[in-house]
Nanobody, 121 residues
Framework: QVQLVESGGGLVQPGGSLRLSCAASGTIFRIYDMGWHRQAPGKERELVASITVGDRKNYADSVKGRFTISRDDAKNTVYLQMNSLKPEDTAEYYC???????????????WGKGTQVTVSS
């Protein structure tokens, strides 16, 4: 059984930084695309950033130049470095990953339970 667990959220002042981590555990053959999404109260969940197995990265326009996604495949972990945080970045942040649990199996998408990021003075 695969689990994704996020960490690193919290309360930060505008202009501050946070680094989110998401570690995958369980029966894993290979992890493919990984990503971060967020959902603010009353809004739909939106993609923040994604990273392919080949290290190609994609960012929402609202976070370009401020957020950086990276991955450590040896640790089955994806990171989101968030700099110059703004109050509008306040949301629950979720990671997801496309994972093949064994040879011959298809890809399944897994989600973490989220970590709260609050940007406020």
């Amino acid at each position: 059984q695969v689990q994704l667990v996020e960490s690193g959220g919290g309360l930060v002042q505008p202009g501050g930084s946070l680094r989110l981590s998401c570690a995958a555990s369980g029966t894993i053959f290979r992890i493919y695309d990984m990503g971060w999404h967020r959902q603010a109260p009353g809004k739909e969940r939106e993609l923040v950033a994604s990273i392919t197995v080949g290290d190609r990265k994609n960012y929402a326009d609202s976070v370009k130049g401020r957020f950086t996604i990276s991955r450590d495949d040896a640790k089955n972990t994806v990171y989101l470095q968030m700099n110059s945080l703004k109050p509008e970045d306040t949301a629950e942040y979720y990671c997801n990953a496309d994972i093949r649990v064994s040879v011959g199996m298809g890809l399944d998408e897994y989600w973490g339970k989220g970590t709260q990021v609050t940007v406020s003075s």
